[in-house]
């Protein structure tokens, strides 16, 4: 009644990369164009007929066509955890090399047990233990602390970094070796998950009650997908070229360098700026973009469950109703915890009294003293801070379009008016952490367990098996696909639980394969001559069709909430019936046929209110948001608030792209010439009818080409092939 099995596995990974993981190149690479010294002579005066929006690119020409150096990089390095200074191409060659060690093992054992003649029941446990990944050489990197390390002056977790960061004792941000031969050799990128077992059953009951064959089968299981899901790539950067351990430089030109007196310049090998390997990032440098591991990342799990009866109707004809399902526990995100922050520190409080034209003390004092080009210095004749901002070209157009976070960004790491990224924080006496919390970095992702998703089915399938020379299926399916997509709001994850891309509610498909019945040993011209049955036999007809619904739409708007998050629109009026279908006007093809876009010259009252007076008519003249209006004229959809995420969700319930539609043929004729031998002449055609495979539409509110369709798949392709059997 019993019968089991065992099995045990084991896996070891490597890959081997050099100069990978880094974005620049470990010897001096040189662009060519217009350098440090304009190119004089090329105007519109001296050239009749050339366009002023071809002068740059006629100076990059003839930059490039003498030989002009415009930038030199180059990426210093590190082969060794002990190295006190960095290696490069002139004294330690070329190689950048990383081995990177990934191993795994499994072991399982099972019991089909046979309760009674009609009932069977399966029984499992499977054990995985998936290694961290290491660098052979000991040149794996991670933050010191791990992933808390990737607060820096924040803290060390959420809580400080989100709360009370401004009176935190945390650090600068640095990195270490660890690993295998490395100088901290009981230590690792992030720690092992040792709990991952995996339990099984399903049973499959054939019911006795019934004349014909009748089954219910059922199962659920737990898999483990590992953290190898990281990928040999993302590691290359993650661990084998993280801060401290590579250099980027840029070379300061400040004369004429073009690639003959390059050598004779010795701009190369690039400077260092006496930084050493194993330094923290500066504070002023803000924006270099790192990444690091959760030290207790888990390994990601699936549960999957299913339950299906399936019944014979007769002995060729099967159908069968199911429920299949999983969620899927602890994915892996990347969430981005150096997002601005705009609400705890009055940011977003000071940029709404500045947009509706009054002046907010929190920019008196982040700009007072400064000399805003083009507009004067802040604190003298009348300037504030609010005005500055308002009239400054850089900036007024972040405050007239609600992008609060884009400002908030600028603020944090622009170089300009105070001379150093962040120089405006110091300028105010603002803690250098005031904006983010790692103000080492731009881009900081923390990768770690926050994703889940959830998938239901519903199937419907029924099977003809070959009988009489007809054989075919066809199935319908119902589902629903939820999860995490993009990141909009860093402090609300929930925003992103919605639909996910893969999301199709209906599936039809049918496949059909039919023996025309002629010929020797069918129903008709079964005693044909063989020059008959050469013509009338051996004739097959096939097909097949696919129906799928579209995949969810985003209407996606600016971000007008933070920096890195996806921005989407505000629904505030109701959608028209049957809104979205496909229309073809003159060379356009249009989705949403009954909804357009408006400007403000089109719609002067989407206009928010700027205040009065000449920084009033400047914003207004910056502004450049549109709304969605429908047949009547009424607007349906704008631009979210400063402040806000859009009331619209990424993969909007209701809002989806074409349905995808696929018929296939074929037709085969099988000529016999002996016993043995047979030829087999076949015509398959793709997409039958020749209809066009829609693609999506432009969602974005605010662009020129709202509901245009622009791209379509789909062309009708036949094919032709023989095939001689033997």
């Known amino acids: 009644k019993h019968s089991f099995g065992v099995g045990f596995d084991v896996t070891r990974s490597n890959s081997q990369s050099a100069n990978s993981g880094g974005a620049q190149t470990i010897r001096p690479s040189a ?42 990089t180059q990426q210093y390095y590190v082969n060794s955890g002990s190295q006190k200074d960095w290696s490069n191409y002139a004294k330690d060659g070329f190689l950048f090399y990383r081995e990177l060690h990934s191993n795994q093992w499994s072991g399982y054992v099972k019991d089909q047990w046979k309760v009674t003649r009609n009932f069977t029941l399966n029984l499992g446990v499977r054990y995985d233990f998936f290694g961290v990944p290491y660098e052979t050489h000991g040149l794996g990197g991670r933050f010191v602390g791990g992933g808390a390390g990737l607060f820096g002056i924040s803290g060390t977790d959420y809580a400080s970094a989100f709360t009370n960061r401004y009176k935190s004792t945390g650090a600068l941000s640095n990195t ?14 992030f720690n092992n998950d040792r709990n991952n077992f995996a339990p099984s059953i399903g049973f499959s009951w054939n019911l006795p009650y019934f004349k014909k064959n009748t089954v219910i089968r059922g199962g659920y299981g737990v898999n483990y997908a590992g953290t190898y899901n990281l990928g040999f790539l993302n590691l290359n950067t993650n661990v084998g070229n993280i801060p401290g351990q590579t250099l980027n430089t840029t070379a300061s030109i400040s004369s004429y360098v073009n690639l003959s007196n390059l050598e004779a310049s010795k701009l190369v090998p690039l400077s260092t700026g006496g930084t050493l390997p194993f330094q923290p990032v500066a504070l002023t440098n803000r924006t270099a973009g790192t990444s690091a591991y959760d030290t207790n990342l888990r390994s990601p799990y699936i549960q999957t469950f299913n339950l299906q009866i399936q019944r014979e109707l007769s002995r060729s004809l099967v159908i069968d109703f199911s429920y299949a399902g999983n969620t899927a526990t602890k994915l892996l995100t990347t969430r981005q915890i150096n997002d601005v922050d705009i609400l705890d520190n009055g940011f977003l409080d000071a940029f709404n009294v500045t947009r509706a034209g009054g002046n907010a003390p929190l920019f ?6 400064l000399n805003v080009t083009g507009v004067g210095v802040v604190g003298t004749n009348g300037i504030t801070g609010s005005s500055a901002l308002r009239r400054f070209t850089t900036t007024n157009q972040f405050i007239a379009n609600g992008q609060v976070g884009a400002l908030a960004n600028y603020v944090n790491n622009t170089a300009n008016l105070a001379g150093l990224p962040g120089g405006l924080l110091r300028n105010g006496k603002f803690p250098e952490n005031f904006i983010v919390v790692n103000p080492q970095f731009g881009s900081v992702g923390l990768v770690s367990n926050n994703g889940n998703s959830t998938y239901h089915s519903f199937t419907a399938h029924i099977q003809k098996r070959l009988t009489n020379g007809l054989t075919g299926q066809a199935s319908y399916v119902f589902s629903k696909n939820l999860g995490d997509a ?42 044909a001559p063989g020059w008959l049955d050469q013509i009338v036999g051996g004739w097959n007809l096939a097909s097949g069709a696919n129906w799928s619904s579209g995949s969810p739409l985003t209407f996606t708007g600016l971000n007008t909430l933070n920096q890195f998050g996806t921005g989407t629109a505000d629904l505030v009026g109701a959608l028209p019936a049957d809104y979205q279908q496909i229309v073809k006007i003159g060379n356009q093809v249009n989705y949403f046929p009954s909804l357009t876009t408006a400007t403000v010259a089109q719609r002067p009252g989407i206009l928010p209110n700027f205040g009065t007076g000449a920084d009033a008519a400047t914003l207004a003249g910056r502004f450049t948001n549109q709304v969605v209006v429908d047949s009547n004229g009424n607007v349906v959809i704008a631009n979210s608030t400063p402040g806000r995420a859009g ?47 829609w693609g999506n539409p432009n969602t974005n509110i605010n662009g020129t080409s709202f509901g245009r369709v622009t791209t379509a798949t789909g062309n009708r392709v036949i094919t032709f092939n023989a095939r001689f059997d033997f």
Request: hydrophobic share 35%; glycine share 10%.
């Open 31 to 72: 662009s060519l164009g217009v350098g440090a010294i304009p190119v004089p002579g090329i105007t519109t005066a001296n050239y009749p007929g050339i366009n002023t929006s071809d002068i740059t690119t006629a100076q990059d020409l003839l930059g490039n066509l003498a030989g002009t150096v415009a930038s030199i």
């Open 176 to 189: 270490e070796f660890v690993g295998p031969n490395s100088p901290n050799p009981d230590a690792t990128i």
């Open 364 to 369: 008196d004092q982040l700009l007072n003293g």
């Open 486 to 527: 993009a990141i909009r709001d860093q402090n609300n994850l929930r925003l992103s639980k919605t639909l996910l891309p893969n999301d199709r509610p209906h599936v039809i498909q049918e496949d059909v394969s039919y023996n025309l019945p002629f010929g020797k040993g069918a129903k008709y011209f079964t005693n």
């Open 647 to 693: 009331n619209t969700a990424i993969n909007m319930a209701g809002l989806r792209g074409p349905g995808q539609l696929s018929f296939n043929g074929a037709l085969g004729k099988a000529f016999k010439i002996t016993e043995r031998k047979t030829i087999t002449l076949r015509a398959d055609a793709v997409n039958l009818l020749n209809k066009p495979q």
